[in-house]
């Protein structure tokens, strides 16, 4: 009976969500057959002994939340996938009469890491803001070439539109990451930026922050003249960036930062206090600086 429930349940889902791929060939098939089936049986299971449909019950919803929590990579073509797109558009759209307001502002992240596997502390430090924030995090990517002699290229950096750890792109299983993942082909950097913060996001859920890594070899880059465009380039994808009343944070010194560490402050696991600096000593930390008097969004964040 709860296999026959949830067949009956899994049809009326994808009845109602318009699958394409749901074609159901019986003449006398709708939706509130499908939704009378699922009651029926569910109703018959009650009327059973109630240890037998008791733990009939709680196999059902072990085994739904085993696999919900494992989350795995597998593409099954299930109903509450088409009832996931579903909510989706449809929450999307409730979201088009949503305004800015001070009250519910969230700063939305484009993270600039590039390569994923190249740049993790970029990842690691979108993934905390995103978390801090509970927010949209979409982390970005340039490919320099030609569109119709590298779109190859492009379909391989592009990953599905996701990064995620534990997957081919990501191998690293801790921490765990997950956010929006878009690639660019463009002929330079800055065009690629350009595109990146003019379309990233949908609707109402687009970035208003870029976050990128400091240049760090910028005083060899000054020795010639191709090396100093780059640097020029680097500086007017920062103005690109104001021009579209986008924040922006420029990060240094993350990648000497222990991500996998239980806590940036206090104690480490066993010990029995919190150490105090000693006279003289000063404790590391991050310092911010606001380039702006009213602090706005523009920031730079070095790390000791």
């Not at 740049?119 to 430090?125: A, I, P």
């Not at 780059?230 to 990060?251: A, L, N, P, Q």
């Amino acid at each position: 009976m709860m296999v026959y429930c949830l067949i009956n349940a899994s049809c009326f889902i994808l009845e109602i969500t318009k699958t394409p791929g749901w074609r159901p060939s019986f003449t006398f098939f709708t939706w509130w057959t499908a939704l009378l089936g699922a009651i029926l049986c569910f109703g018959i299971i009650f009327s059973l002994p109630p240890y037998y449909s008791f733990i009939a019950l709680v196999l059902m919803l072990s085994l739904y939340k085993y696999i919900d929590m494992r989350d795995p990579d597998v593409n099954w073509g299930s109903s509450l996938d088409a009832r996931h797109h579903s909510d989706a558009l449809k929450s999307l759209m409730k979201m088009r009469k949503v305004q800015e307001h001070v009250k519910n502002f969230r700063p939305s992240y484009l993270v600039l890491t590039g390569d994923p596997a190249k740049r993790k502390h970029l990842v690691y430090f979108g993934n905390v803001l995103r978390k801090a924030a509970h927010s949209l995090c979409v982390y970005g990517h340039v490919t320099i070439g030609s569109y119709k002699q590298n779109i190859q290229k492009y379909r391989d950096d592009h990953l599905g539109g996701y990064l995620q750890s534990g997957t081919s792109a990501f191998p690293d299983k801790q921490p765990k990451v997950k956010g929006f993942f878009n690639a660019v082909l463009a002929t330079s950097f800055r065009n690629g930026v350009q595109m990146l913060v003019q379309l990233s996001g949908l609707g109402n859920l687009k970035p208003n922050v870029v976050v990128f890594g400091m240049k760090q070899d910028w005083q060899v880059f000054r020795e010639t003249e191709k090396d100093r465009k780059k640097v020029v380039e680097f500086v007017r994808v920062i103005r690109d960036c104001f021009r579209m009343s986008m924040g922006v944070m420029v990060t240094a010194g993350l990648e000497r930062f222990d991500w996998k560490a239980p806590s940036a402050y206090g104690p480490k696991p066993g010990d029995q206090k919190t150490p105090t600096p000693q006279d003289g000593e000063v404790r590391e930390g991050i310092d911010v600086w606001w380039l702006i008097d009213d602090g706005g969004l523009t920031v730079l964040i070095p790390t000791c």
